[in-house]
């Protein structure tokens, strides 16, 4: 005990910054795919450019007000999918979609106000222009940069799935909230062979 005491009196005097908890910030578009995918390839290990399992306890989904059905999704997912113990919360950053320069400023601090240097950053989801701001927040702060590739022939089979969900919301919203009924439907939203990669 009187050795961990002193090593953590060492790194404090250092500023060496002492382990807390990991997020996973991630940018979200129209549809769910590659959230998940993030999440739980690297909390498994299973992605290019890891060096090992990455403990995530948290996930923030930043996005604009225009993809509130995806995020239903999301949460269905995350609540629905086997995700262990993970805490899952949303970000409304204060625009509606990328239509002049002060849009790109609002949602780069919408990623700046929850990420943190040493966290992961998935730019996959949204417009170009939010992967970009949110990919400049990153490194701003040293956050790694990761992304996720979802196979092309499974667009079809993920997009008919979202069709077929939308005619039934209020039972996603259930799936949300715990009540997995749709459980086959949720997680079929899920790819399977999505790749990961951390690229910094």
């Given at each position: 005990?009187?050795?961990?005491?002193?090593?953590?009196?060492?790194?404090?005097?250092?500023?060496?910054?002492?382990?807390?908890?990991?997020?996973?910030?991630?940018?979200?578009?129209?549809?769910?795919?590659?959230?998940?995918?993030?999440?739980?390839?690297?909390r498994l290990?299973?992605?290019?450019?890891?060096?090992?399992?990455?403990?995530?306890?948290?996930?923030?989904?930043?996005?604009?007000?225009?993809?509130?059905?995806?995020?239903?999704?999301?949460?269905?997912?995350?609540?629905?999918?086997?995700?262990?113990?993970?805490?899952?919360?949303?970000?409304?950053?204060?625009?509606?979609?990328?239509?002049?320069?002060?849009?790109?400023?609002?949602?780069?601090?919408?990623?700046?106000?929850?990420?943190?240097?040493?966290?992961?950053?998935?730019?996959?989801?949204?417009?170009?222009?939010?992967?970009?701001?949110?990919?400049?927040?990153?490194?701003?702060?040293?956050?790694?940069?990761?992304?996720?590739?979802?196979?092309?022939?499974?667009?079809?089979?993920?997009?008919?799935?979202?069709?077929?969900?939308?005619?039934?919301?209020?039972?996603?919203?259930?799936?949300?909230?715990?009540?997995?009924?749709?459980?086959?439907l949720v997680?079929?939203?899920?790819?399977?062979?999505?790749?990961?990669?951390?690229?910094?």
């Amino acid at each position: 005990m009187v050795w961990l005491c002193g090593l953590l009196g060492k790194a404090l005097k250092l500023g060496v910054a002492l382990p807390s908890v990991v997020r996973l910030v991630v940018t979200l578009g129209t549809t769910p795919g590659g959230v998940y995918e993030s999440f739980i390839n690297l909390r498994l290990g299973r992605c290019i450019g890891c060096v090992g399992p990455v403990g995530v306890d948290e996930v923030y989904v930043v996005r604009s007000a225009s993809v509130e059905f995806t995020w239903k999704l999301v949460k269905a997912i995350f609540t629905c999918c086997d995700t262990g113990d993970v805490v899952i919360k949303d970000l409304v950053a204060p625009m509606e979609d990328m239509e002049d320069p002060e849009d790109f400023r609002r949602f780069m601090d919408a990623v700046l106000s929850v990420v943190r240097g040493g966290d992961y950053v998935d730019f996959t989801g949204g417009r170009k222009a939010m992967s970009v701001a949110a990919a400049l927040a990153a490194r701003e702060v040293g956050a790694h940069l990761v992304t996720t590739v979802v196979p092309p022939e499974e667009y079809g089979r993920v997009n008919e799935l979202i069709r077929r969900l939308r005619g039934v919301e209020g039972l996603v919203e259930e799936a949300a909230r715990g009540n997995c009924g749709i459980k086959d439907l949720v997680c079929g939203l899920v790819s399977g062979g999505a790749r990961t990669i951390v690229l910094m």
